[in-house]
T-cell receptor, first 112, second 118 residues
Framework: DQQVKQNSPSLSVQEGRISILNCDYT??????FLWYKKYPAEGPTFLIS?????DKNEDGRFTVFLNKSAKHLSLHIVPSQPGDSAVYFC???????????FGAGTTVTVRA | ETGVTQTPRHLVMGMTNKKSLKCEQH?????MYWYKQSAKKPLELMFV???????ENNSVPSRFSPECPNSSHLFLHLHTLQPEDSALYLC?????????????????FGSGTQLSVL
């Protein structure tokens, strides 16, 4: 049973424009959400996170928005750069979890 | 460099072979994980070790056998695998508390072993 879903397998955006990645979850107990970035032949690396007490967290060009009532979060990358081309995974955990539940990933391609 | 090292990076094996994947973390973490990533699918948790004790076996077939001799090392022993087991196997670690992720905790991943079963 997939509790974290990324329904867009790929996204293509022009350099300098905004990239918006979406993620939906079904488990209402999730209270911590993360985005990981993965380049080919490398493991995922942590990008940004948000806890359920917030609805927005910003780190440089990256902003994560959380809508708890809709069980939806999104990652905004502004402006997009060629080095942002990667696979982005959404992940979530609940208060008693010792693991993260991941989505299937969205492949972002930033065009020059 | 994430502080989590996996070897080998690539592995090709036949269905009758026995091989092992190795993971080592240099972060002083207490929990280690094996995840499987198949193409276009979510990362799938296989095993969790917390303070060297296995706390989860996520319905993984017995042809995968984990071993955690200490909190810095984790192995995944493979035998009689099937072609559908071909995937990227990722090791991760976290600080972890007594069986649960702490608030705002994250996992640190190795680069993975790309496994092909012929």
């Amino acid at each position: 049973d997939q509790q974290v879903k990324q329904n867009s397998p790929s996204l293509s955006v022009q350099e300098g424009r905004i990239s918006i990645l979406n993620c939906d979850y079904t488990n209402s107990m999730f209270d911590y959400f993360l985005w990981y970035k993965k380049y080919p032949a490398e493991g995922p690396t942590f990008l940004i996170s948000i806890s359920s007490i917030k609805d927005k967290n910003e780190d440089g060009r990256f902003t994560v928005f959380l809508n708890k009532s809709a069980k939806h979060l999104s990652l905004h990358i502004v402006p997009s750069q060629p080095g942002d081309s990667a696979v982005y995974f959404c992940a979530a955990s609940g208060p008693n979890d010792y693991k993260l539940s991941f989505g299937a990933g969205t492949t972002v391609t930033v065009r020059a | 460099e994430t502080g989590v090292t996996q070897t080998p990076r690539h592995l090709v094996m036949g269905m009758t072979n026995k091989k092992s994947l190795k993971c080592e973390q240099h972060l002083g973490h207490n929990a280690m994980y094996w995840y499987k990533q198949s193409a276009k699918k979510p990362l799938e948790l296989m095993f969790v070790y917390n303070f060297k004790e296995q706390t989860e076996n996520n319905s993984v077939p017995s042809r995968f056998s984990p071993e955690c001799p200490n909190s810095s090392h984790l192995f995944l022993h493979l035998h009689t695998l099937q072609p559908e087991d071909s995937a990227l196997y990722l090791c991760a670690s976290s600080q972890a508390g007594q069986g649960a992720l702490k608030t705002n905790e994250k996992l640190f991943f190795g680069s993975g072993t790309q496994l092909s079963v012929l």
